[in-house]
């Protein structure tokens, strides 16, 4: 097609599934802009050149390894799977979940090597090899394209190997799991052989998404304490090139601006509170360039 040999970025997403809104969002957070609804194939922005192309996840890989599209926002675990030959870029922090082997409550597997000769259903048939191979485990794999974790309670298998992330799916079919294989969570991947010309608009894409991230990632407060106590919050304040200190009119006092990490925030904002720093103004982050 014409339309996508204009020398754009094509970057493949996930057209239908669990990944589609969080890439969507996370793709707008980044600033660029364009349409998107259910049935469209593919996307322009409007202020990059970029084309967005909506694929089966699955597919996904493969397009980037052979050059069909230049960079993809797959699963980890797509990618592992296929083991297509890609370039990763970035973690996106989104579409959390386990590949994980689990099998029923009452089952008499309950160490590894229970599962020796018995019959494991899943869709990820690669990543199960590798697993066995290192553990030393002699298991027949049922190969299944979906509603894996149904097939212990048809007979089908003694033990699955499935993706889960809140684990009710698990719950609901009187599962338990037996050991995780890996974690998984969304992540940017590239084509190993792109133009000089490509390869510039990906490092701009990247910074755009890194902003992005560590916006998401962190909030921006601003306070006001006594000056006196000033080498204190300067050890509960981390420094990220984000800390200004300022002197305000009111005498010994002194104004203070940063940005707190998510995971650390609520414990941050508790240490202030304990040295008598009463009002805090929180604000998110648009984008944070580092
Ligand atoms: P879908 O084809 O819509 O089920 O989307 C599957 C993709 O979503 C997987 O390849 C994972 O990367 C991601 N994902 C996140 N959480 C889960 C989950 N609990 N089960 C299956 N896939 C998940």
Redesign the pocket.
Known sequence: MKKFNNGNLKLAI?KE???TQDSLAFLRQTGLEFESYQKLLYSSCRNFPLEILYLR?DDIPNYVSTGVVDLGIA?Q??LSEKREPVKKLLNLRF???SLVIAVPKDSPIKILSDLNGKRIATSYPNSSKVFFKKNNIQADLVQVRGSVEITPAIGVADAIID????GSTLILQDLRVLTKIYD?E?VLVANNDLSKNKKKLVNNIITRFKGALSAKNYKYINLSAEEKILPRLKKIIPVLGFQYFSFIPQKGKVSVTSVIKEDIFWETIEKLKIMGIKRILVLPIEKMII
């Open positions: 996930q599934g669990r990944l996840d699963g675990n797509i579409g959390f979940c993706l889960t992330s809140t998984s969304a």
